[in-house]
């Protein structure tokens, strides 16, 4: 079984600022990992994946999160907060032994809010 | 591609009617998802398929939900009768597993019960 714990409901971060948002999973069998993001009445958009490759996985928009197998952590990260950043923002985890077949267990989902 | 295809976008309804919404999955994926989301509950993944065949349904949460998949390229979820705790946001996601295990959403229907 997996879950997903995402610390933070809400994060407010200066525009300029660096954006940390924390994701802490548990899972029995080796995971994929996932950041999406959702931007308000629109569908998830993928941010990036972790997929037992590079550790240090860069995505879309200026995004990366690093996998830490011994803090069961996958957090994201963003050097420069920009405006457009604000959305709500969702991990995920799927059994690496699926190959993702199995679908994606979500954490509640942290709102970004960038301040001007 | 045109990607995940979701209707409709809205849907109202009356408490007792029977409501199907509509998922047509991006071209070549081989596994669809329901999910639904409610502030209160957050994302929950309601059923899955792969090439076509339902393989776990526990999240559906009562009798009075059921999808189908007829083809590779469409799938239903229908709730009958529909109450109004089953408003919530759906969403249908498809992906290419084990290659790209990555879900692809589509934009989602809102689904109001009065």
């Given at each position: 079984a997996q879950s997903v714990t995402q610390l933070g409901s809400h994060v407010s971060v200066s525009e300029g600022a660096l954006v940390l948002l924390r994701c802490n999973y548990s899972s029995s069998v080796p995971p994929y990992l996932f950041w999406y993001v959702q931007y308000p009445n629109q569908g998830l958009q993928l941010l990036l994946k972790y997929?037992?490759?590079?550790?240090l996985v860069k995505g879309i928009n200026g995004f990366e999160a690093e996998f830490k197998k011994s803090e069961t952590s996958f957090h994201l990260t963003k050097p420069s907060a920009h405006m457009s950043d604000a959305a709500e923002y969702f991990c995920a985890v799927s059994p690496l032994s699926g190959g993702g077949a199995d679908g994606l267990t979500f954490g509640k989902g942290t709102h970004l809010i960038i301040q001007p | 591609d045109a990607g995940v295809i979701q209707s409709p976008r809205h849907e109202v309804t009356e408490m007792g009617q029977e409501v199907t919404l509509r998922c047509k999955p991006i071209s070549g994926h081989n596994s669809l998802f329901w999910y639904r989301q409610t502030m209160m509950r957050g994302l929950e993944l309601l059923i899955y398929f792969n090439n076509n065949v339902?393989?776990?349904?526990?999240?559906?949460?009562?009798?009075?939900f059921s999808a189908k998949m007829p083809n590779a390229s469409f799938s239903t979820l229908k709730i009958?009768?529909?109450?109004?705790?089953?408003s919530a946001v759906y969403f249908c996601a498809s992906s290419l597993p084990p290659g790209a295990p990555e879900a692809f959403f589509g934009q989602g229907t809102r689904l109001t019960v009065v």
């Open positions: 997929t037992s490759a590079a550790t | 339902p393989i776990d349904d526990s999240g559906m949460p009562e009798d009075r009958q009768p529909s109450e109004p705790r089953d």
